[in-house]
């Protein structure tokens, strides 16, 4: 199925950069603009010129973030700041981290590859979450510009045998060739795979699979269509270029440091919220507790409750008073009344019954207003959420359970798309560690 090859990774010189926390940088999507600026100012080479330039008053058609990233990426292979692997390459990739001060250790290890660039319709890669087409705007410009894959998207594939896990296993168990410690007190680790046989195995296993979209929907659907400019604008056949390829970091499915978190949705700017009145709809369709704080982390209190939940759709409401109230769906055929023409997996989502029997059937909040963002706003922190409900800046906020990835799995395989802000993976991968430039 899936055609994954090694390849010459750009990468920081080795000669000149011995830690490299001080060039590399989370992924583009989570950096706020005060930690851009603290990026731009932690070293003169950091990758964030490249991958998430600024923006000046002075930008015009001709300078700009992407031109200056191009710029910036053309100099730095000039002056050798940035240099080619001498042999194509496979990149295990591991990172050692702990959820908190009492969590054990976890590892997250998979291998970073090109992966052939596939229609979905082909149902060999597939997505699981929709996208915003101004995400995708800004992602073309600056591939159009630099020609390169500049981070990785981030993909899940299944190994139940483990022969994929026990060959990237035995090929990582000595020392590392790049090592550091990120600035989230990640380990990175990374050791560069040379070995043609080894490769070849590694490739050939991958033939078998079908590829997952975890994170990075946008750099991949971007992917595709540069893809098809490119072709039409060369005149020539898909397949056989560089640009049919998009850099990945491929993880197991049954890898063990692979987490996914929630992402709550907070509430605001409706016309009229009446929290008497939305718990009295919601009674029809939820059992509804109303629960008194007795400790003062209401954020923690709310997300271990939910964590106690075994196959039940359940969410935590606040409305910043000291209580909240748990509401657990009493019937799923409600929801299977609600929605048509959807699989099973997609219909018993969390986030699918909130959209649909809560946010748009009694909040008026539609699927256009979501992307707006209009009464809506996403944060992947409950403590977060529950301050701003709080200090009054929000009417209310749902806080919910992330979804497991069996049902991430089975909605990619009904062809369907969770809606947007649906899963978060963590740890994310670092942007700088290894980067690929097409060579046309």
């Known amino acids: 199925m899936a055609k994954v ?28 603009p005060a930690q851009q600026q603290e990026l731009y100012n932690k070293d003169e080479y950091n990758v964030i010129r490249l991958d998430y330039g600024m923006d000046f008053v002075s930008d015009d058609d001709t300078n700009n973030r992407y031109t200056r990233s191009a710029a910036y990426l053309n100099k730095w292979i000039e002056d050798q700041t940035l240099v ?39 149902n060999i890669i597939l997505p699981h979450e929709e996208t915003i087409s101004s995400a ?43 090592t550091f410690v990120s600035s989230e007190n990640i380990t990175q680790n990374i050791w560069v795979i040379k070995d043609e046989s080894v490769n070849a195995e590694l490739s050939a296993l991958f033939e078998k699979k079908q590829i997952f979209i975890a994170d990075g929907h946008h750099r991949y659907e971007t992917a595709l269509t540069y893809r098809k400019q490119r072709h039409q604008e060369d005149g020539t056949e898909e397949g056989a270029m560089s640009y049919d390829y998009v850099m990945m970091m491929l993880v197991s499915m049954s890898n063990g440091g692979l987490f996914v978190f ?105 699927e256009a207003n979501m992307r707006a963002q209009k009464n809506l706003v ?45 899963t978060y993976f963590w740890p994310k991968l670092v942007t700088g560690i290894v980067m690929n430039k097409f060579e046309d």
């Open 5 to 32: 090859i090694p390849f010459r990774g750009l990468r920081y010189n080795p000669d000149k950069f011995k830690d490299l926390d001080a060039v590399t940088a989370p992924p583009y999507d989570i950096i706020s």
């Open 262 to 366: 929630p992402t709550h949705r907070m509430i605001r700017g409706l016309e009229s919220f009446d929290e008497v009145l939305l718990i009295g709809f919601l009674t029809e369709e939820f059992t509804v507790s109303k629960i008194y704080f007795t400790e003062g982390d209401f954020a923690s209190i709310i997300m271990d409750r939910l964590a106690n939940t075994v196959d039940e759709t359940l969410f935590g409401l606040y409305t910043g008073q000291n209580y909240y109230y748990l509401l657990k769906l009493k019937n799923t055929h409600t929801i299977d009344a609600a929605i048509k023409g959807k699989s099973e997996a997609y219909k018993h989502l969390d986030v699918t019954v909130l959209h649909k029997l809560i946010l748009e059937k009694y909040m008026g909040i539609d």
């Open 378 to 422: 996403y944060t992947r922190d409950a403590h977060e959420a529950v301050d701003a409900v709080k200090n009054g800046e929000f009417d209310c906020a749902f806080l919910i359970n992330p979804p497991k990835v069996s049902q991430i799995k089975a909605v990619a395989q009904a062809n369907e798309k969770m809606p947007q802000k649906s």
């Open 84 to 122: 080619f692997e001498d042999k194509p390459a496979f990149y295990i990739y591991e990172q050692i981290f702990s959820l908190g001060s009492e969590d054990p250790s976890h590892s997250l290890k998979g291998v970073i590859g090109l992966v052939q660039l596939e229609e979905f319709s082909k």
């Open 136 to 178: 995708k705007e800004d992602r073309l410009k600056l591939m159009q510009a630099t020609a390169a894959n500049l981070s990785q998207v981030y993909s899940l594939y299944m190994d139940e045998d483990k022969t994929i896990a026990e060959l990237i296993e035995s090929q990582s168990d000595g020392e590392p060739d790049i």
